[in-house]
């Protein structure tokens, strides 16, 4: 899969924020060389014209029929996209990371509960779901790696410590689990639309998929719960902030919270809790890991209404993205964990 | 209480946000004149040196034990404050309507609940709250209003329907409501204060008061259920809008739901109802009441998880504070009711 | 023209910014009834689909090409197409008030030499250009009337009183006038497009029509100088802020100039002069008039570079666009000036 | 100066925002190691407490007067406070680079023109001035250095090429340069204060220090000319964005330009021109280089004006401040130019 030390990656679809955020984190990864980016509006202009970060690149798009053969496909393009092209994909590269929502459900009829019917339905088999957190043993080697959605990864990260050590599950809540998400506008993708124009889109606290979101279908799926989810549009470019309500059946204390916490994350090098302490920055935020592959997760219990108030942040073109494909794919193919994800973050910093 | 059809006003801490928008209200209302503003701070200072919005107002600042004889006195100071002052308040007016929270709660037992120690309990059963949805048969002729609280008043026009049309309420519904409010920066007041810089206050999700919130005591008091209520710190100035998940007993419709809200908001002047349709705003949003008296309440079934989403925005700084004030003492006074309130907001607008 | 009281009045091009606007402004004035509003995307919808504010108004858009007859017909249609219904316009209303650029040049010869040609050049001298500071005098009476530009009204306001009272003028200035603008995103219009998309617009400053910018031939007509212009996008919905670094020949004092803007502006009812004092607004900003018809305009003097600088600052969509034409309407047909367009706008507020 | 392979570093003044950026830099560095940070206000915190960013890095805040010996001692304590304890700073410490104004200057006759005395005059012409694109040269092993500030910095790189190529210098320019600049709320520091908090802050174009900048000074000094500088605040939190009007004595053509920016920058590795071409960002803007050292300048020909438009735009926080201390410390210490700086920057990114 390597030679000379260098392992090659092509991103499909580029252009987009996903896409260029793969493009930057390839570039800057010990491991990878990034040698296509393929962008139909963009065929021939480099790729800096879209991604002012990446100005110093020297890389053009090139036209997302002529794939190269590369060690890793990354693939963010649209959902419904990549099931059309999916055995293109596995041809040219040994390794194939989707970032879309295509493969992320193990069979056909959970995909078509939620979707409208899928075109390559025997690959979904063949994907490893991938929050590493959860599954990280069934990446390597992995062919065709579905990559978490960034609403979804949220919430199992800040749920899924809850589960893992019985204090929800098994039936014993009493109640349902309410998940109040808060979303940037970089969820949107950078097509553009009047919904999502600054003077619109600024200063927004906008119901967005206030029922039946898609994302429900993996938390299903992967958490192992239905949850009662709701997303709101709010005003920062990158970030998604799940806030869960639980109300677990036996009464629980803030020591064994943390001790789920720890439990489950101590080892994780991506995973921070953050819950009560001093300053400004007393719980998750999405500014606390804007432009990183870290997720925040931490909680308050609420004795007067026997309830545990979970709270999760990313950045969703990181770790509910692109920084998860990476992940994932140094897992599969062996390298450190943590390669081309370094980046701490800043402070102060922005919308983020 | 007139003499020549004017009604003269003063404003108690009128420095501050709520303050200023009491004085802006009262100035362009046909029936009040604002004849004095207090603040310690800017003593002899003009109104428009604070709110540049006022600088053609031509009314200073004075100390606030000066008191002036008025009809109306309005205290905009902070909680704890007019509770000391309050028989000098009723001394110099003949109705007085306070904007903190000093009087909002009927007994002495329910105040020490949430709050320490009242230090004038026996006006606290004088005192009329001022929602004026849900209690307007009260106000006229009160001596002493006790104007609500911005995220109860935006979570219970959200909730007060469902209660008044039986879908919620009498025990019947099977789980805790949950309510999932985002504020604007304005609720932090004029102050300022290391997490309200600009550099860290920019683009937050941030988890404030995430449990045992104080204005679940006004919720619980007069919406008859307690709720399990988290607020979040998000990028706008002014608005709170508050998302309640509920679980009727009962299987409800989107037609039934509809009969609710408009049965209890049809002849409301100030509230809408909001719930789908197309374009850009199909929900409630605080930027579609930036600046007025609305609330837009409006909902969303999820069949899926038997549940009903329930959306509400307010303008923290009116509907949530000035502008329910001078909505009261215009009912109190035997105003028209939507006199000096007929504002009806901009778009586009900001943050708003 | 009036009947029992009441000028009707059609807003052409109603579903854009300036359009809601005027809708908004016309719908609350004493004088005007909205009696159409067309819009070919949004016909049969209620104006309160697009313009949320609205929501309570009760008028649908028609086709654009279904001109009733009214007294007045405002024509908010983008640059280009006024001058080709302009006989239409003048058929059905006895006054138009044009928003765009269309007939604000006296000459064709002018109006070449920044723009593409123009359909009905013959109008052009038949139009009164409508900055009513400067030439109210014109407009009582008249037929034809072209509304100043956003950027131009705010340059010109800023630098008016130095030539009136010849600081400025003659010849004698020793440098060029360098102009340097900020505008708010809502200048770009409710279309959208990807780069007023809200991930790339939020928290820009982007030089946009970095030289040669239109607005240079209103400027350098009416204010008979030319200035070499620089506009740069910055975060903000509403607004635009001129600042202008003049060179007087003669040496100036603060004094002085005090003079010439009380001078000029001491008896305008929309324009203010804040220059220095305490607190937190020292100078002419957006956020000080958002949402108003007022101009703030003021300055500072930096005597060892022998310069002034000028500041100036409105509301884009109000003093620079459809508050400008309902002042110069008002003044057309003898009503107070200032009916219609007394909200005094909001403290705090946002973006704006 | 090393053992090991490592140099060891101290942050005096840690917990300002420069401060806190230093830490992040020197942890990320491959031959530099943080050992110390100093804040009297959050002694013996974790440095994770205040930077939510850094809160994996295990370093606790230190008394300022408790001084560790360090090969290089960074000091980022605001204006005045470097001056008076710049021999306790040199005896613990090889090198010194300072991030304040205090040594930026190198006569006590300049300092006093614009500050107010200096407590060690004595060291002012012991100190290299650091803006590594401009002298370079001066900074291999020097003990004391002074870091150019925020608006010199973006202003002086804007302006050099003119001068460096003799488009502009020499007397022949015909009229004053203006430079008119756009700050983010990290320039006002970590503090606070009314004018800072995020209702005020948010949404603005304010002018701030509109004549007499302080930072006129170095641009003089190091530039070799005077400019009419005028700053205003702009909502977004790191940024420094310099527009400058210059009008050169000779017609100048673009590919002049180009020239004298290519021939000035081609080999730097933190500069790029950027002057046109399509897409969005056609030219410099602060999100374009958003949490990374690199500068980007640019320009655009006014051929009417015979004016060149100068853009400049920086990182305040890091070109302008911390990313450029430890640049000139890479120099400094002969390691690699661009060590712990390659961070290349988000797309999209917010405020930024």
């Known amino acids: 899969m390597e030679t000379d030390g260098t392992t090659t990656a092509a991103v499909v679809g580029a252009s987009g924020f996903a896409g260029g955020e793969l493009l930057r984190l390839l570039a800057g990864h010990p491991r990878f060389e990034p040698v296509q980016a393929t962008s139909r509006r963009y065929e021939r202009k480099t790729v800096g014209a879209v991604h002012p970060n990446l100005r110093g690149l020297g890389l053009r798009f090139t036209a997302p029929e002529d794939l190269e053969s590369v060690d890793v496909l990354f693939a963010a393009t649209p959902h419904g996209v990549s099931m059309g092209r999916i055995e293109e994909f596995l041809e040219v590269a040994d390794t194939v990371v989707d970032l879309s929502a295509d493969f992320r459900l193990p069979t056909e009829a959970e995909y078509d509960r939620w979707y409208d019917g899928h075109d390559a339905p025997e690959y979904l088999e063949r994907a490893e779901y991938a929050l590493p957190e959860i599954n990280r043993e069934n990446l390597p080697g992995a062919e065709l790696i579905a990559s978490g959605g960034c609403n979804a990864t949220a919430t199992i990260l800040g749920l899924y410590p809850l589960f893992e050590e019985g204090i929800l599950g098994g039936g014993r809540e009493t109640e349902r689990i ?13 097509g553009g639309g009047e919904a999502s124009s600054h003077p619109e889109r600024s200063g927004v606290v906008r119901p967005y998929a206030p029922t039946g979101h898609r994302h429900e279908a993996e938390i299903e799926r992967y958490l ?36 789920a916490y720890r439990g489950a994350y101590a080892e994780e090098p991506f995973v921070r809790t953050v819950a009560g302490g001093s300053g400004v920055y007393r719980y998750p935020e999405p500014k606390a890991v804007a432009g990183t592959n870290h997720a925040e997760v931490g909680f308050e219990l609420d004795p007067e209404n026997e309830r545990v108030v979970v709270f999760s942040a990313i950045d969703n073109v990181m770790k509910g993205s692109a920084g998860q494909a990476v992940h994932a794919a140094n897992v599969a193919l062996g390298f450190e964990e943590t390669a081309g994800l370094e980046f701490a973050g800043l402070h102060p910093v922005g919308s983020p």
Chains 1, 2, 3, 4 share one sequence.
């Open 178 to 190: 309410v998940v109040d998400v808060k979303v940037g506008s970089s969820e949107g993708g950078a």
């Open 224 to 259: 192992g719960t239905s949850v009662a989810f709701t997303c709101h549009a709010v005003d920062m470019i990158r970030g998604a902030s799940a806030t869960a309500h639980v109300f677990p059946a036996e009464p629980v204390s803030t020591r064994e919270l943390w001790g």
